[in-house]
């Protein structure tokens, strides 16, 4: 089945639901579920994905060259399973990066894009949704793998202890830390399920399922968005894309998940 | 004693290094050496990880002692934890606000309206954004509203179960205004304290579940 009618199934199942929404109300989680089902082979992520794949093995920017040498932690162009082992340490930029930030260097050092050009788009735009789309196609390339970050190197043990210290820290108008809501079995905000990032199946539910296309606004969210949004609802300030403080609470929650399956992309309400 | 007037030579050496250091420029420029350069420390990365956005400013970062004792949850779990709990809840009762014109009850139809609204205050609110008390996000609070999360307790039939006593009245707007009265690291943020809600809007919330007529106590 080509992308186009799969597409046109998983709009008519969002437009049904749409069009009845209080019978969608009733039971949204059993709702999602359905979505997920009749979009299981037909993920509007999968666009992404190709457009991913296409940035990745075409030449672009300043000095005209494809990220094909970019090294994500297994060698030189080895995306295979890449995902499923980030974060990590990488002794080229003598620092813990996740998939983002390491995508950042590569198209810096081998393309010439300046970091800067990427941390100051928005999401959704510029070299922010190039990014997005080399995630798909990199994540993809994990699903149905294990969840396996090492956290053994000492700058891995330093991150994932500011990650923790970082889970708990709570600050601004409403006194929320993440562990506020994220600290506990079976919770939620409205309908909506709070995963305990405290358990490995609670941190592998949300790590291994995202990044993810948003059903309910259309959008292929990265994990660095997903924080970021989690930390505006939480009214923070504005998180800094690929700061060392995201890539802490993502070494946080990604080794919390070792053992988890890599679901992503995933698919979202 | 060899040591000691080695010892002693040492000490004249390290009070003639210092006193050149305090007149010489030369010396100030040039700190003594440490060791390898040290791990930026916690604090440091997390504001290095934030920049202000909107009305969301990077002050929102620094944390007032009640936000520290709660970020700690080893600390405030242990035995002197519990005791430092029980001061900084009655530093908080004390300082709640009884409504300037003494009433407690406004509008339960607008604190329905108030209890559903969760927006405000977030980097892509702007300051005129009307803030909500997101009270849904946490409590079932009216039955037929079936999207309601459950953080906190369920409030159906709040005031038909507690009836509208004073105490009733005083408990719950302290409550509102500054959860933290009763529970030092209640994940419920304060309302009043920390100026999310305006005192007619608490007053609204009260209606909403103690007045008789609410949709809360039928």
């Known amino acids: 089945?080509?992308?186009?009618?799969?597409?046109?199934?998983?709009?008519?199942?969002?437009?049904?639901?749409?069009?009845?929404?209080?019978?969608?109300?009733?039971?949204?989680?059993?709702?999602?579920?359905?979505?997920?089902?009749?979009?299981?082979?037909?993920?509007?992520?999968?666009?992404?994905?190709?457009?991913?794949?296409?940035?990745?093995?075409?030449?672009?920017?300043?000095?005209?060259?494809?990220?094909?040498?970019?090294?994500?932690?297994?060698?030189?162009?080895?995306?295979?399973?890449?995902?499923?082992?980030?974060p990590r340490y990488f002794a080229d930029t003598q620092r813990v990066q996740d998939l983002e930030s390491r995508l950042m260097t590569c198209m810096e050092s081998l393309q010439g894009i300046p970091e800067a050009n990427v941390v100051n788009a928005n999401f959704g735009e510029g070299s922010k949704k190039t990014i997005a789309a080399l995630v798909a196609y990199i994540v993809a390339h994990s699903k149905g793998m294990k969840i396996h970050v090492s956290g053994a190197h000492p700058e891995e043990k330093r991150m994932y202890a500011l990650g923790k210290e970082a889970f708990f820290y709570q600050s601004g108008p409403y006194d929320f830390a993440c562990a506020s809501c994220h600290s506990a079995d079976g919770k939620r905000i409205r309908l909506q399920d709070l995963p305990n990032l405290l358990t490995r199946s609670g941190a592998s539910f949300a790590w291994g399922s995202w990044p993810a296309y948003r059903v309910s606004n259309g959008e292929f969210w990265t994990m660095q968005q997903r924080l970021n949004d989690c930390l505006r609802q939480q009214r923070m300030p504005y998180l800094v894309y690929g700061s060392d403080l995201s890539i802490a609470l993502s070494m946080f929650l990604a080794k919390n998940a070792n053992g988890g399956e890599m679901l992503a992309p995933g698919l979202k309400r | 004693m060899p040591e000691f007037k080695k010892f002693f030579r040492v000490l004249l050496g390290l009070g003639a290094v210092i006193i050149a250091c305090q007149t010489s420029p030369f010396c100030q420029a040039q700190p003594v050496k440490t060791q390898a350069p040290e791990n930026p420390p916690f604090k440091e990365i997390f504001q290095k990880g934030f920049r202000s956005q909107g009305i969301a400013s990077i002050d929102r970062l620094t944390q007032d002692a009640n936000q520290i004792f709660c970020s700690d949850p080893r600390r405030a779990q242990s035995a002197a934890g519990m005791k430092e709990a029980r001061m900084i809840e009655q530093r908080n009762l004390e300082s709640i606000k009884a409504p300037t014109d003494g009433v407690y009850l406004g509008d339960w139809r607008n604190g329905e309206k108030i209890a559903q609204s969760g927006r405000g205050l977030t980097w892509s609110?702007?300051?005129?954004?009307?803030?909500?008390?997101?009270?849904?996000?946490?409590?079932?609070?009216?039955?037929?509203?079936?999207?309601?999360?459950?953080?906190?307790?369920?409030?159906?039939?709040?005031?038909?179960?507690?009836?509208?006593?004073?105490?009733?009245?005083?408990?719950?707007?302290?409550?509102?205004?500054?959860?933290?009265?009763?529970?030092?690291?209640?994940?419920?943020?304060?309302?009043?304290?920390?100026?999310?809600?305006?005192?007619?809007?608490?007053?609204?919330l009260m209606a909403l579940l103690l007045d008789p007529n609410s949709a809360v106590n039928q």
């Open chain 1, 1 to 86: 089945m080509n992308i186009r009618s799969k597409l046109r199934r998983v709009a008519l199942g969002v437009s049904l639901c749409g069009s009845f929404l209080s019978v969608c109300a009733q039971t949204p989680n059993e709702e999602i579920a359905k979505y997920r089902e009749m979009l299981a082979d037909g993920n509007p992520a999968e666009l992404y994905e190709m457009a991913g794949e296409d940035l990745w093995k075409t030449p672009a920017g300043p000095k005209y060259t494809s990220l094909q040498a970019c090294d994500l932690g297994l060698g030189a162009g080895v995306v295979d399973g890449a995902a499923a082992r980030l």
């Open chain 2, 125 to 204: 609110d702007v300051p005129e954004t009307p803030v909500g008390g997101g009270c849904y996000n946490c409590h079932q609070i009216d039955e037929h509203e079936i999207a309601y999360g459950n953080l906190g307790p369920s409030l159906w039939h709040y005031g038909k179960n507690r009836g509208s006593s004073k105490e009733v009245l005083i408990y719950t707007w302290n409550r509102i205004s500054n959860a933290k009265a009763y529970n030092a690291c209640s994940q419920m943020p304060r309302f009043a304290h920390s100026q999310i809600l305006t005192e007619k809007q608490i007053q609204d």
